[in-house]
């Protein structure tokens, strides 16, 4: 799936036109994260339409780009998540970055990994670990 990172000048009131152009464009926002380094924000996202969403950024003068993630449903159960770690690094695959996507009782995860087409294969047959599709993530 696409994920849209945007990186934003460390300002009040940058995060809220970015969400401010999105809404306007009718475009909805399914998960958010924002880190922040010295000079900069890094603003990453599920949305509706990601394609959409980087035009219209990128036409009112924001840094905006696409990035294969895997979002991946975790069972609700004690060490889930330690044993999903634990599946990947003994498997070779190096977490690049994640984030937490909650939605009712669903929980899921979204990263990017140093593979992210091995780790999709290694979770393919998984009983408890499911890489959801963007169509999954946007119904949740």
């Not at 998960?31 to 990453?44: A, E, F, N, P, Q």
């Not at 009112?60 to 895997?70: C, K, N, R």
């Not at 498997?91 to 669903?106: E, H, P, Q, R, V």
Request: net charge negative.
């Amino acid at each position: 799936m696409k994920q849209i990172t945007v990186f934003l000048e460390n300002r009040i009131g940058r995060l809220e036109t970015v969400t401010d152009i999105l809404s306007k464009n009718n475009i909805n926002i399914i998960c958010i994260s924002l880190s922040d380094t010295v000079d900069y924000g890094m603003l990453r996202m599920l949305v509706s339409q990601p394609a959409e969403a980087q035009r219209v950024l990128m036409e009112a003068g924001f840094s905006a780009m696409l990035t294969d993630v895997l979002a991946v449903r975790l069972i609700h159960q004690f060490g889930m998540l330690n044993k999903f770690n634990g599946l990947l690094a003994s498997n070779g695959i190096d977490i690049k970055y994640m984030y937490a996507l909650m939605s009712g009782k669903d929980s899921a995860v979204v990263l990017k990994t140093s593979d992210n087409e091995k780790c999709e294969e290694l979770l393919k047959n998984s009983e408890e670990f499911k890489v959801l599709s963007a169509v999954e993530i946007y119904n949740l």
